[in-house]
């Protein structure tokens, strides 16, 4: 069965400083995926997709870029976090396709203070 | 640009009985995905039921049943029995089926109490 990893789980960071959130996936090949933030606890709001190894689409322009080093290898990174980078993190993998089901990580809460 | 509304911020149910949460969206697509999401208080994302756009019947999974009425762009999520352990943040979502890499789309969310 397939597993999806992210961490860590917590992060208290201060402004300004780099950011690095890893995800991977496990049991599957050739997956597409994504970075979703979550902000209040509401709404989700896509970030970044990535169908293959150096492959990656911004869906908002921000403070964040995205890599995908390996096939299920997924890293969210940042040069200098700002205040608003604060939120819940979530990683996420598809099946090739669209009718594939997203199936999503434990996420990671980053507090930027 | 596809949008999708959960209308109830909150909701609450006393256990063991029903409780049905709304959403509704919208889409100028002919083809495309609905599902329901859990949120416990781990904050886990957690797939509850998935509809094809497709498909006039509508999808069951145990006490999880939707109501999905296309023309009226209106997907509904009955909880039956409700156990203390469906307490969570419900997200309806929505994927178009023209790309391969199936962006999701989500509402708001509505945060369900459940009382013994």
């Known amino acids: 069965s397939q597993t999806i990893h992210q961490w860590p789980a917590t992060l208290v960071q201060p402004v300004g400083s780099p950011l690095s959130l890893e995800c991977t996936v496990e049991g599957t090949s050739n997956p597409n995926l994504y970075w979703y933030r979550q902000a209040a606890g509401r709404g989700l709001q896509l970030l970044f997709y990535s169908v293959g190894i150096g492959q990656i689409s911004s869906e908002v322009p921000q403070n964040l870029s995205a890599s995908r080093p390996q096939d299920r290898q997924f890293i969210l990174s940042s040069k200098k976090l700002l205040l608003s980078d604060s939120g819940f993190y979530l990683c996420a993998w598809s099946g090739r396709g669209p009718r594939e089901t997203q199936y999503f990580g434990p996420g990671t809460r980053l507090l930027v203070l | 640009a596809q949008t999708v509304t959960q209308s109830q911020p909150e909701m609450s149910v006393q256990e063991a009985e029903t409780v049905t949460l709304s959403c509704t969206y919208d889409?100028?697509?002919?083809?495309?995905?609905l599902f329901w999401y859990k949120q416990p208080p781990s904050r886990q994302m957690i797939l509850v039921i998935r509809q094809e756009a497709y498909k006039q019947q509508n999808a069951t999974e145990n006490r999880f049943s939707v109501n999905f009425q296309k023309a009226a762009k209106s997907f509904s999520l009955k909880i039956s029995d409700s156990q203390l352990g469906d307490a969570a943040m419900y997200f309806c979502?929505?994927?178009?089926?023209?790309?391969?890499?199936?962006?999701?789309?989500f509402g708001q969310g509505t945060i369900l109490t459940v009382h013994p």
């Open positions: 979502a929505y994927r178009g089926g023209g790309t391969s890499y199936g962006k999701l789309t």
């Open positions: 889409t100028s697509e002919s083809d495309y995905y």
